[in-house]
């Protein structure tokens, strides 16, 4: 006990956080969300200093009791900006929850939200109805995927433009008639991100052009009921080459985008 003392002692003190991390609330109000209040079943994010600094050390004792040793538990107590990269923002913030406990919380923030959508995801569609689809390999789940084309916005762009540079990046297609078909919270425990989903008339087919960093092999052109299918399935089989793969179906701006498409605008 008196070895866990001194170290304890000899920790830093618990940071108060960065003026970045206060710049960044303070300054993009729509992008991190209102604060809340606890007293109204909603998390509420804590902003004085001193009420952060109690929150840290709740949170690491928390830890401890865990059997994390004392310097992860007072690592991962500390609130402000944990990391941030040309692309995300990694934020811990101080909490109150419904409940009344207090705590920490993380979010992933989209550079690209700050000045509005962070990207969006097109349903791209043929005069037949017949849709546009990517099979793309992704990093992150380490396969095969076939999804709607989709990226991210760039500073200043428009949602449109976006929409039409994604298109033509990714399919080759040119865009006409957008239709706003609502926003997706892709995971709304961890990332603040609104995606808005379109849907438009694809036309001119040209070569697509992805990014260096895209694996997009090629794309699919399969009706409403293919779709449905492959939803239901959960895969699809098609060409890489000369090997048939079996390419997972379980993109949420597919389903999304399919769903109001079906329920909305193609009753007939």
């Known amino acids: 006990m008196k070895f866990l003392i001194f170290f304890l ?14 710049d960044l609330l303070n300054q993009n109000p729509k992008c991190f969300g209102i604060l809340g209040n606890h007293e109204r079943e909603e998390i509420e994010i804590v ?20 059997g994390h040793p004392p310097s992860e538990a007072h690592a991962w107590s500390r609130v402000g900006i944990v990391a941030e990269d040309q692309y995300l923002y990694w934020i811990r913030d101080a ?8 705590g920490t919380y993380d979010r992933i923030l989209w550079k690209s939200g700050l000045d509005g959508a962070p990207g969006i995801a097109i349903l791209p569609y043929l005069p037949d109805r017949k849709i ?6 992704r990093h992150a789940t380490r396969s095969w995927e076939i999804e709607l084309p989709r990226g991210a916005r760039h500073e200043g762009e428009t949602l449109r433009a976006a929409a039409a540079r994604e298109l033509k990046e990714e399919t080759g297609y040119q865009l006409d008639e957008t239709l706003l078909l609502g926003t997706l919270a892709v995971d709304s425990g961890i990332l603040t991100s609104l995606v808005p989903v379109f849907a438009c008339k694809a036309y001119s087919p040209e070569k697509n052009n ?3 960093s895209e694996a ?9 009921s293919e ?4 939803l239901l399935q959960g895969f699809w089989n098609t060409t890489i080459g000369d090997k048939t793969i079996r390419a997972n179906v379980r993109d949420p701006f597919l389903a999304y985008g399919l769903l109001h498409m079906k329920l909305r605008h193609w009753q007939e």
């Open 227 to 230: 779709l449905e299918e492959a």
């Open 9 to 22: 002692l000899s920790l830093p003190l618990i940071a108060v956080p960065s003026q970045h991390y206060y």
């Open 47 to 66: 902003t004085s200093p001193n009420e952060i600094a109690e929150i840290e050390e709740i949170a690491q004792l928390r830890l401890m009791n865990l």
């Open 210 to 212: 992805p990014d260096f």
């Open 216 to 224: 997009i092999s090629k794309n699919l052109i399969l009706s409403l």
């Open 95 to 102: 909490v109150i929850f419904p409940s009344g406990a207090q």
């Open 132 to 137: 546009v689809v990517n099979v793309n390999y």
